[in-house]
Each structure stands twice: as C-alpha cells, then as structure tokens.
C-alpha cells in the first residue's frame, strides 16, 4: 500500500477511509501516506436496515482526524444501501460544518 500511493504525485490521487469509525486505516498508515483522504462512515452492509451505529464516535472522530491529519479533505458516506438510518446519514453530514 505504501509503495503504491507514494509513487503516485501527491495531490494526483486521493483514498478513502471506507470504514473509519469503527477500523480507521489513517492513523496506520502515517495519514494515508501524504495522499488526501476522505474520513468515511460504513453505516450497513448490504442495505441492511436498522437504527443503530457509533453515534459519539461519527460525531466526534471526524473532527479530531481533521486536527491530526493534514492530508484529510473531507467527509464520505460509504452506503451499501439508501435510507437506512437517516439520523446517522444527518450526523455525519451535520459534521461538515465543523470541520
């Protein structure tokens, strides 16, 4: 992973963190090896429905990555599915303002 994205130019390429708030790759890979990235929620798998997900951590770890990686550029909703859990969708994009 390491070799392949700091061959690349920075700036010419960008990742995301599919699934940051329960197995955020970021801090393991020195903030994605100086190539920007998007800080991203998986909310279900498979458009599984349900009220349920990490609500202190959706509501605050995008904000701290922001203060402690200075190659992250934004915020990403990996969903498998549509309007599954909308206040989860809410919180996270209520994020951007923060950030």
Known sequence: MRTMMEAVPPGRFFTRDLYAEESPVWMETDSM??????????QNYGGRAG??????TVA???????SQSPTMVGLGLTQEGLETNPVMS??????TWEI
Do not use: H
């Open 33 to 42: 090896f100086g190539q920007p990235w998007l800080w991203c929620s998986l």
């Open 51 to 56: 009220m349920y997900g990490m609500m202190d």
């Open 60 to 66: 605050q770890a995008p904000a701290w990555a922001w």
């Open 90 to 95: 809410d919180l996270l994009t209520d994020n």
